[in-house]
């Protein structure tokens, strides 16, 4: 069936590090890829997406590129900040489908 | 305000007792969505409204788990003769709908614990 898998936490990283999350999925169809933050106290939400093979998503510094033919989308960023520390979730939506799937979220502690 | 709402924010109850949690979404937004988080774990899906109609309850885990949306704007998550493991976060979200793949806008959550 649908699902996704993420990379187990915590990652903890010092401030300027270079961040990866790995993020595989299985899915029937065609889906569209979401990443999800949820910081210390709040509720999701979305960081970027992707809604097509080999499109990249962006936004606050983090990328992400649909790759189709390793059915992946890893999360990354070049310089991690204290405030980024929150819990990263990787999902999609299957084509003509409207419910996230979600992976289990991955853990992300950022030090000085 | 401009967000999704949901109220309680924090409930407990008794085992056996029956809870209803509220959702109100975005104003206009067409779809809503409610999703159960255990601990430790990522949303799951439970059920999905476009306007008043339920087109899609196949998460919800038992016969005691009921939403509506009777107006086709707030939407109530009712679970009657709660079990311990019904406890988690009850998390609402709302998307403009009339597109496939609208991003979803989440409520903070209700966090449910079952005595």
């Known amino acids: 069936g649908d699902s996704v898998t993420q990379m187990e936490g915590p990652v903890t990283l010092s401030e300027e590090a270079f961040l990866t999350i790995n993020c595989t999925y299985t899915a029937t169809g065609y889906p569209s890829l979401f990443w999800y933050v949820q910081y210390p106290g709040e509720g999701l939400q979305l960081l970027l997406k992707a809604t097509k093979a080999d499109d990249k998503g962006s936004n606050k510094g983090f990328e992400a590129t649909y790759r189709k033919e390793t059915t992946s989308f890893h999360l990354e960023k070049g310089s991690v900040q204290v405030s980024d520390s929150a819990v990263y979730f990787c999902?999609?939506?299957?084509?003509?489908?409207?419910?996230?799937?979600f992976g289990t979220g991955t853990q992300l502690k950022v030090e000085l | 305000g401009a967000g999704v709402s949901q109220s309680p924010r924090y409930k407990v109850a008794k085992r056996g007792q029956d809870v209803a949690l509220r959702c109100d979404p975005i104003s206009g937004h067409v779809s809503l969505f409610w999703y159960q988080q255990a601990l430790g774990q990522g949303p799951e899906f439970l059920t999905y409204f476009q306007n008043e109609a339920q087109l899609d309850k196949s998460g919800l885990p038992s016969d005691r788990f009921f939403a509506e949306r009777p107006e086709g704007s707030v939407s109530t998550l009712k679970i009657q003769r709660t079990q311990q493991e019904d406890s988690a976060v009850y998390l609402c979200a709302s998307s403009r709908g009339g597109e496939v793949n609208q991003p979803q806008h989440f409520g903070d959550g209700t966090r449910l614990s079952i005595l």
């Open positions: 999902a999609f939506v299957t084509g003509g489908g409207n419910k996230l799937t």
